[in-house]
């Protein structure tokens, strides 16, 4: 994101939007040569659709900009000065003219990590009720930063979107006490209610019959169904494969079984069950 500062946005454009994320200002003359030439290349490194940073102009023609520049004790320009937290960082100074690759290498520091993009994006598929698409990006984003809570838990909603119970219910418990904030409350609470609803006086009468005939595989199969569609996969593809063990052949097992896997995407729970279909068939 670029902005033009000025005195009536100064105080939203710059202080509070850098608690938000990185603000970089750019102090410029646009009658200085120097300016002339750097002003197009960090505008074209920064790009107006920047997730990581904002880039804020401010003309120093502005008399009432100036005493900005004299504050943070500027000695040339043009200038490039990082505000995050609303407060400059030492470190994220860089004056006078630059050239494409020092420019290159002070604005590589705000760009975004890979976990942080694909978290990006998943949250967005959430938002669009497409969590099937959002599962495979959010668990990357957890394998490339699974001490990232966060991201753990926006995986656990997809999850629960998935009814994936079983999934969703292991790694919640993985989650250490200080990262239990509301997000986890209410996946927790989601879970819950998932399970009581899952509980239901079909699947119940299901199982007796399957605990009187388990050899059954018309019942298995059908218990399975209901397992899956509980969020109880784990259990539904046990059964399925107790069938598939004995007949390959029996029914819809095998049809089932891999549709259940395609709905749990790559996570390694699926992986596990997709290698032991593969050592029952080859």
């Known amino acids: 994101m670029i902005v033009d500062i000025t005195p009536q946005n100064f105080h939203a454009a710059l202080l509070d939007a850098s608690m938000q994320k990185p603000v970089v200002i750019y102090f410029h003359a646009p009658q200085m040569p120097e300016c002339q030439a750097m002003t197009p290349v960090v505008e074209?490194?920064?790009?107006?659709?920047?997730?990581?940073?904002?880039?804020?102009?401010?003309?120093?023609?502005?008399?009432?900009?100036?005493?900005?520049?004299?504050?943070?004790?500027?000695?040339?320009?043009?200038?490039?000065?990082?505000?995050?937290?609303?407060r400059p960082d030492e470190e994220g100074f860089l004056e006078g003219p630059q050239d494409e690759a020092a420019l290159r290498h002070y604005f590589a520091a705000f760009a975004p990590r890979e976990e942080e993009t694909l978290l990006g994006q998943g949250r967005e598929l959430l938002a669009q009720g497409a969590a099937g698409d959002a599962l495979p990006l959010l668990t990357r984003a957890h394998q490339l930063a699974p001490e990232r809570h966060d991201i753990a838990l926006w995986l656990i909603q997809a999850e629960l979107d998935l009814n994936q119970l079983d999934?969703?219910?292991?790694?919640?418990?993985?989650?250490?006490?200080?990262?239990?904030?509301?997000?986890?409350?209410?996946?927790?609470?989601?879970?819950?209610?998932?399970?009581?609803?899952?509980?239901?006086?079909?699947?119940?009468?299901?199982?007796?019959?399957?605990?009187?005939?388990?050899?059954?595989?018309?019942?298995?199969?059908?218990?399975?169904?209901?397992?899956?569609?509980?969020?109880?996969?784990?259990?539904?593809?046990?059964?399925?494969?107790?069938?598939?063990?004995?007949?390959?052949?029996?029914?819809?097992?095998?049809?089932?079984?891999?549709?259940?896997?395609?709905?749990?995407?790559?996570?390694?729970?699926?992986?596990?069950?997709?290698?032991?279909?593969?050592?029952?068939?080859?």
């Not at 997730?51 to 520049?69: F, R």
């Not at 209410?186 to 199982?207: G, H, M, T």
């Open 44 to 86: 074209a490194l920064v790009g107006q659709d920047n997730p990581a940073v904002t880039l804020a102009k401010v003309d120093m023609n502005d008399p009432q900009l100036q005493s900005l520049a004299t504050q943070l004790a500027l000695r040339a320009l043009p200038a490039l000065v990082k505000f995050h937290q609303g």
């Open 167 to 282: 999934q969703a219910q292991q790694r919640l418990a993985t989650i250490p006490m200080v990262a239990q904030d509301d997000h986890y409350q209410q996946l927790c609470s989601r879970l819950d209610l998932a399970r009581q609803a899952s509980d239901s006086p079909e699947l119940r009468a299901l199982e007796e019959q399957h605990a009187a005939r388990p050899d059954d595989f018309a019942i298995s199969q059908e218990l399975a169904v209901l397992y899956h569609a509980a969020g109880r996969q784990e259990e539904a593809l046990e059964l399925l494969m107790t069938i598939l063990r004995k007949d390959l052949g029996f029914g819809e097992a095998r049809k089932i079984y891999l549709d259940i896997l395609n709905t749990m995407g790559t996570t390694p729970v699926a992986s596990v069950w997709r290698r032991k279909l593969y050592s029952l068939l080859y």
